[in-house]
C-alpha cells in the first residue's frame, strides 16, 4: 500500500525525478532540473504542505503539487509514474488535496489540462472540477533584430489594465511578480510587453484601446524575442480574446496545443450534498 503524506520539506531534486518520470511519456515533451521545477513553482504559489505525494517505500511515485494565492488554490502539476498508474493514486492524490484545501479555508481550485488528454479530464471531472473556458498555447520566433525601449520600474497593474479577459494563474501579476527569475517591460503608455528572457516566457502583452491597429503589439512582440535570444512561448490565452489569436497568427506565431480550464468551487453551501 502506498503512503500517502504532504510534500513538506521534500526538496525540488527529489520532485523533479518523480516530475519527470510521469511526465516522461507527455504529450509535450516536459524535463525538468530541480532548479528548474524550482523557479516554476515558486512562480505559480507552491505550498509544500498544501500539496500530496504517494510514496512506495522511499520512491515518490505520485504527486499533487499546489500553488495558492489569497483563498485561491491551484494545481500545479499532478502527475503518476508508468510503473503505478491504473491504480487509482490520482484520484487518492486530489482527494486528500481537495480536503486539506477545504480544512485551509480555501474557496477555488483551478487546473489546465491539455485538451486531448482525456483520461486527466475525466479524472478531474470525477472529483468535482467543471470546465470554465479555453486556452490556446503559442510559440513565436523573430526572423530579424528589432528593439524597443526598456520601462524601468513599470507599472505592471497599468498595463495588465488593458488586457481585455481574466489572465491565467501563470499569467496574474501576483504570479509575474513571485518569479524567481527577472522579468522585463519592453514598450511605453500605449502598449506593453512582460517577458522573462531567460525562460522565453511572455505572460503579458497589452495595447490601450486607443492605440490599437497601429502595429504597436507586432513590435513589441519581435522586439521581446530579438532579446530573449530565443523562441517565446505565449502560453494559456483565453480563446474568447479572439482579437489577441488574430493577432499572433498575422504575426507569424506558431499554435502549439490547447488547454481546458477547469475549476471546483469549495464552499459547499448548507444544506447542499456534494455531487
Avoid at 515533451?29 to 504559489?45: D, H, I, V
Avoid at 489577441?244 to 497568427?249: E, P, Q, S, T, V
Wanted: proline share 4%.
Amino acid at each position: 500500500m502506498l503512503d500517502i503524506r504532504p510534500l513538506t520539506n521534500v526538496p525540488f531534486d527529489t520532485l523533479a525525478a518523480a516530475f519527470n518520470d510521469a511526465f516522461s511519456d507527455y504529450a509535450v515533451p516536459m524535463k525538468m532540473t530541480g532548479e528548474q521545477l524550482a523557479q516554476m513553482q515558486t512562480r505559480r504559489g507552491y505550498v509544500a504542505e498544501a500539496s500530496l505525494g504517494a510514496y512506495d517505500g522511499d520512491r515518490l511515485v505520485g504527486f499533487v503539487l499546489t500553488g495558492i494565492d489569497g483563498d485561491r488554490a491551484y494545481n500545479s502539476g499532478t502527475g503518476v509514474s508508468v510503473s503505478h498508474r491504473r491504480e487509482g493514486v490520482a484520484r487518492q492524490l486530489m482527494e486528500g488535496v481537495i480536503d486539506r484545501l477545504r480544512d485551509r479555508g480555501m474557496t477555488s481550485y483551478v487546473l489546465e489540462v491539455i485538451e486531448t488528454n482525456e483520461r486527466a479530464a475525466a479524472l478531474y471531472r470525477g472529483v468535482g472540477l467543471t470546465e470554465r473556458r479555453r486556452f490556446q498555447c503559442w510559440t513565436y520566433t523573430a526572423t530579424g533584430r528589432v528593439t524597443a525601449k526598456e520601462l524601468a520600474n513599470a507599472d505592471l497593474a497599468e498595463i495588465a489594465s488593458h488586457a481585455d479577459v481574466e489572465p491565467a494563474w501563470q499569467n496574474s501579476l501576483p504570479s509575474i511578480r513571485r518569479a524567481p527569475e527577472p522579468h522585463v517591460v519592453l514598450g511605453d503608455e500605449r502598449a506593453a510587453v512582460v517577458f522573462f528572457p531567460r525562460s522565453g516566457d511572455l505572460p503579458l502583452l497589452t495595447v490601450r484601446r486607443d492605440a490599437r491597429r497601429q502595429k504597436l503589439a507586432t513590435q513589441l512582440l519581435a522586439a521581446a524575442a530579438s532579446r530573449a535570444g530565443k523562441p517565446l512561448r505565449i502560453l494559456n490565452l483565453d480563446d474568447r480574446d479572439t482579437g489577441i489569436a488574430a493577432f499572433l497568427g498575422a504575426a507569424g506565431a506558431k499554435p502549439l496545443v490547447r488547454q481546458i480550464e477547469m475549476h471546483l468551487d469549495l464552499i459547499v453551501a448548507p444544506g447542499v450534498q456534494e455531487t
